[in-house]
T-cell receptor, first 116, second 112 residues
Framework: AQTVTQSQPEMSVQEAETVTLSCTYD???????LFWYKQPPSRQMILVIR??????QNATENRFSVNFQKAAKSFSLKISDSQLGDAAMYFC?????????????FGKGTHLIIQP | AAGVIQSPRHLIKEKRETATLKCYPI?????VYWYQQGPGQDPQFLIS???????DKGSIPDRFSAQQFSDYHSELNMSSLELGDSALYFC???????????FGPGTRLTVL
């Protein structure tokens, strides 16, 4: 079975600075998707970024980018120019792409604090 | 843009009672997923449906059942409720089984 590990329960960063959230995963599959979801205090789950395992190019979405290292099974999220609205729980998630409507496997989450 | 709709948003039940949670996916989405998120926990996948057929099953208790109807909405039925069932229940939908899952706002279930 696949597992997702987020080793940083909490991270703190000054507004306008850059922060990197770590995620490692374990799977025996070669085809899969990786995601970062944001969960603010409202508890809404918001997709931040998605990466297909077959793509070597790292995904980017505005101030958010990932460092995907397939051999190392590592998938970190970099947030540039941090803003107060970025404060939230961030969950890394895995989904096997070879099956049907497989569910997501989440890590335990990283609580990101933005210092003004 | 239309989002996933879940009802009710809040539900309070007594132990051993039954609860039904409803999910209305984004229009044209044919795939529905259910997740359970306990306090301070990550979401746990329960069950999914693609084109009205059960597709994948996670850690769903035998006391729970779910189905997807002809209009693609889904219902999660929970019987013999226990205190430990108190959680936020998310529904997510996608167009096809391999595309992004968009989450609803969740139903907060409290079992007393």
């Amino acid at each position: 079975a696949q597992t997702v590990t987020q080793s940083q329960p909490e991270m703190s960063v000054q507004e306008a600075e850059t922060v990197t959230l770590s995620c490692t995963y374990d799977t025996s599959e070669s085809d899969y998707y990786l995601f970062w979801y944001k969960q603010p205090p409202s508890r809404q789950m918001i997709l931040v970024i998605r990466q297909e395992a077959y793509k070597q190019q790292n995904a980017t979405e505005n101030r958010f980018s990932v460092n995907f290292q397939k051999a190392a099974k590592s998938f970190s999220l970099k947030i540039s120019d941090s803003q107060l609205g970025d404060a939230a729980m961030y969950f890394c998630a895995y989904k096997y792409s070879g099956g049907g409507a497989d569910g997501l496997t989440f890590g335990k989450g990283t609580h990101l604090i933005i210092q003004p | 843009a239309a989002g996933v709709i879940q009802s009710p948003r809040h539900l309070i039940k007594e132990k051993r009672e039954t609860a039904t949670l409803k999910c209305y996916p984004i229009p044209r989405h044919d795939t529905v997923y259910w997740y359970q998120q306990g306090p301070g926990q990550d979401p746990q996948f329960l069950i999914s449906f693609y084109e009205k057929m059960q597709s994948d099953k996670g850690s769903i208790p035998d006391r729970f059942s779910a189905q997807q109807f002809s209009d693609y909405h889904s219902e999660l039925n929970m019987s013999s409720l226990e205190l430990g069932d108190s959680a936020l229940y998310f529904c997510a939908s996608s167009f096809g089984s391999h595309n992004e899952q968009f989450f609803g706002p969740g139903t907060r279930l409290t079992v007393l």
